[in-house]
């Protein structure tokens, strides 16, 4: 069967250079052999594909846009291409991705000592390792500079005592960038590894989006951190909101994957399926008005994200540029779900079609790495210079 073939309505592939396409073509080729395939299972079974991990390594897709360390060190926009075509595989595999990249690498690289990079980079770059990043409580969403876990220095140690809530890959980390308030009310960022006494990990069940992601549970009791497992380049929620950025811009440009699924199929479908007349549906006023406002949006969202790319390429993104291509692209996203599956009718909400799975994935997206409102918030903020979150 023929591959993807992408989504281009205004000539955007002239924007982009050689390096960039050809990043976007092996994600491509990896997404079509090894993750199409056997994506519905895993959704079906709510199974992560972990055999896929070593594969992700060797293709230089974790942590790829940090340099040294064995990162690809490509730029941002061949990042983001990258994470759109897992994407349009999977939300959970380009979760897995970003988390292990922009929420544990990237944190290690910016904030860590040279042992904690030496220590974790090449091992998580490689995926010989796995890494979790735990902001979330279960009474601290939106608002994480509300926490309650507390790290208490006592000699060369700190003890860690916690709960952290819907980690991404928690069960299956070997290492957890946690964020927890010193006595000083700063916020640190800790390395917590795999079988710190103290440390547990479980899995939520029942999640009705992100089955092929894991989503844990944390709790850390009495858990004794040697201080040299503490990132000693940043205090303060800057730290964790810095990581955010790198995650957000990445999710920005995965959510069109999901959006170009969505709409290929519906494409595919509308042209073949024939109501009324022996007529495809694709000949209806009112569904190609549905097709025309998706083609849209996702070619909007394409030029919002290449130029948010080139900004941060330049050093000269904001976070509310970001917040901006967050927003925006995983909320056509999801609307380009629903439109596609209306378009298939009763066919749109089997799995033999990927749009349920991308429509019921990207409701988390819409709601993690900061919710749609609260991106509206930040960009209200910029803007207004007034902050109203409280
Ligand atoms: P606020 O007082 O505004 O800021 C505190 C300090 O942080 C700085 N700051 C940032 N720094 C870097 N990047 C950003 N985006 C930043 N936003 C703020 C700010 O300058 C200040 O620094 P300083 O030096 O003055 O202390 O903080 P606030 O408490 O009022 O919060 C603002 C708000 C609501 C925007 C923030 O809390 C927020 O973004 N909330 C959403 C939380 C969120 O996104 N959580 C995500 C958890 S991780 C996750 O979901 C992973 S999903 C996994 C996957 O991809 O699969
Ligand atoms: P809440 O903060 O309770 O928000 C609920 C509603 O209230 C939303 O509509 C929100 O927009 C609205 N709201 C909140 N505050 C305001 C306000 N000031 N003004 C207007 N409206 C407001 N977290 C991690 O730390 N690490 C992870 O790896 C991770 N992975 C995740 C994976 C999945 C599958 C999911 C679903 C979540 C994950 N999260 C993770 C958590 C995620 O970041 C939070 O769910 C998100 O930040 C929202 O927090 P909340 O769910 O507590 O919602």
Sequence with gaps: MAGFAGVDFMEFDSLLNDEEKLVRQTARQFVDNEIIPIIE???REATFPRHLVPQLGELGFFGA?????????????AYGLMTQELERGDSGLRSFVSVQGALVMYPIHAYG??????????????????GCFGLTEPQFGSNPGGMLTR???????YVLNGEKMWITSGSIADVAVVWAKCEDEKV?????EKGTRGFKAWDVHGKWSLRASVTSGLSFGDCEIPEENLLPGVAGLKGPLGCLNQARYGIGWGALGAAMACYDTALQYAKTRKQFANKPIAAHQLVQEKLAWMITEITKGQLLALHAGRLKDQGKVHPSHISML??????????????????????????????????????????????????KLVIGERITGIAAYV
């Design 41 to 43: 299972k895993h959704n």
């Design 65 to 77: 846009n940090l340099q040294g360390y064995g990162c690809a060190g490509m730029s941002n926009v």
């Design 113 to 130: 000592s040279e042992a904690q990079k030496q220590k974790w980079l090449p091992a998580l770059q490689s995926g010989k390792a796995i």
């Design 151 to 157: 790290a208490v220095k006592k000699g060369n140690k």
């Design 188 to 192: 640190r960022g800790f390395l917590v």
């Design 326 to 375: 967050k927003m925006n692209n995983v909320g056509i996203a999801l609307e380009t779900a629903r439109k596609a599956r209306d378009i298939l009718g009763a066919n749109g909400i089997v799995d033999d079609y990927c749009i349920m799975r991308h429509m019921n994935n990207l409701e988390s997206v819409f709601t993690y790495e900061g919710t749609n409102d609260i991106h």
